[in-house]
């Protein structure tokens, strides 16, 4: 197979940060994705419906000329996030998800979810009108070994949150374990994953071995191989509860290559060319359209992109980095190395 054409891909977790960084990183998923669900972990959050509506303008204005991407926007799920303000997101028709994230698990996590009995109004607003809930799936208790927070929260936060709110959508985000692919293959039709091109194509050998290297530290970290195959398994078998979330989370280079190297792995520049080279890995391109272009518009209820995108077999050399604004730089993922796909431009 020399070539591949897919109906436009849509990316549900993407970070765009702010400011020159926004402007610096939006043209590279808008070149490939047609949509994207905008993460809200700013400093300050994005916790009002006003605030994600300022944000989706600072968006647009970065776009380039003539771009018909299109952010979709959420909210940032805190202990005191009311009902109302979750009835006015929905209302807005521009919000379309709210994030849980739990306090101190990622990069801007500190304003996060303490206990999520605390939000049980919001929650309970969001099942009523149909907002899925997007959640960052790890405990952060320090007697926790960080390998194995995301098995931890199924058992003492997912199980008991689908129980209580059985007509709750949910999208466990950037899944990386067996045991989250297997819960969210034999668990209703309200649960959904995402799944990154990173922990599809990499062990945590790829992080540690031989040295340690910055530009793989993310969170959810890369996990042993059994769940890099059990992932490229849920990826590629078919199922429609697996869709496209890139995680994709730039971060200037002096933060990523510091003595505490800030998480994430900016994947954008290269999306879908990663998640080729994966799928490819399995034999198993025919299923990439399905999970990259139709899985997650059915999961939000909206329709697939109408246009398409081609992939060529053609070598794709990664940058070393991508500077902006005064010298500063981003480095991308398997920066100065190869991959066997390009986008047809």
């Keep these: 197979m020399d070539s591949i054409t897919l109906t436009r891909p849509d990316d549900w977790h993407?970070?765009?940060?702010?400011?020159?960084?926004?402007?610096?990183?939006?043209?590279?998923?808008?070149?490939?994705?047609?949509r994207a669900i905008i993460m809200p972990n700013l400093k300050p959050p994005v916790t009002t419906t006003a605030q994600a509506l300022a944000y989706r303008e600072r968006i647009l204005?970065?776009?380039?000329?003539?771009?018909?991407?299109?952010?979709?926007?959420?909210?940032?799920?805190?202990?005191?996030?009311?009902?109302?303000e979750i009835e006015k997101a929905f209302e807005s028709g521009v919000v379309k998800a709210v994030k849980l994230y739990p306090a101190g698990a990622t990069t801007n996590s500190a304003s996060g979810v303490t206990d999520i009995k605390h939000c049980a109004g919001a929650?309970?607003?969001?099942?009523r009108v149909g907002m899925p809930l997007l959640i960052h799936g790890e405990v952060t208790d320090n007697d926790i070994d960080i390998f194995d927070r995301?098995?931890?929260?199924?058992e003492r936060v997912l199980k008991p949150l689908l129980e209580r709110h059985p007509a709750l959508k949910v999208v466990s985000e950037h899944i990386t374990t067996r045991q989250a692919a297997e819960f969210v293959a034999q668990g209703p039709d309200t649960l959904g994953a995402t799944i990154t091109a990173h922990h599809l194509l990499f062990n945590r050998n790829r992080m540690l071995a031989g040295g340690i290297?910055?530009?793989y530290y993310c969170l959810p970290i890369l996990k042993r191989e059994e769940h890099r195959q059990a992932l490229l398994e849920a990826a590629t078998g078919g199922s429609p509860k697996f869709f496209l979330g890139t995680d994709s989370a730039p971060?200037?280079?002096?933060?990523?290559?510091?003595?505490?190297?800030?998480a994430g792995a900016y994947t954008a520049p290269a999306a879908i060319e990663f998640y080729a080279t994966a799928f490819e890995q399995m034999n198993a391109l025919d299923k990439l359209e399905a999970f990259a272009s139709l899985n997650g518009p059915r999961?939000?209820?909206?329709?697939?992109?109408?246009?398409?995108?081609t992939l060529e077999r053609r070598p794709l050399s990664l940058p070393s980095h991508y500077g902006f604004d005064d010298g500063r730089s981003i480095v991308p993922m398997m920066a100065e190395e190869e991959l066997a796909w390009s986008l047809k431009r």
């Design 150 to 154: 995301e098995a931890v929260f199924i």
């Design 299 to 309: 999961f939000y209820g909206l329709e697939p992109n109408a246009d398409t995108i």
């Design 123 to 127: 929650i309970a607003a969001m099942e």
């Design 14 to 34: 993407l970070h765009l940060r702010d400011g020159e960084v926004l402007k610096a990183v939006v043209n590279h998923t808008a070149a490939q994705m047609g």
């Design 61 to 84: 204005a970065a776009l380039a000329p003539g771009s018909r991407f299109e952010p979709l926007m959420t909210l940032y799920l805190t202990d005191t996030t009311t009902a109302e």
């Design 251 to 262: 971060h200037e280079k002096g933060d990523k290559e510091s003595s505490c190297g800030c």
């Design 213 to 215: 290297r910055p530009h």
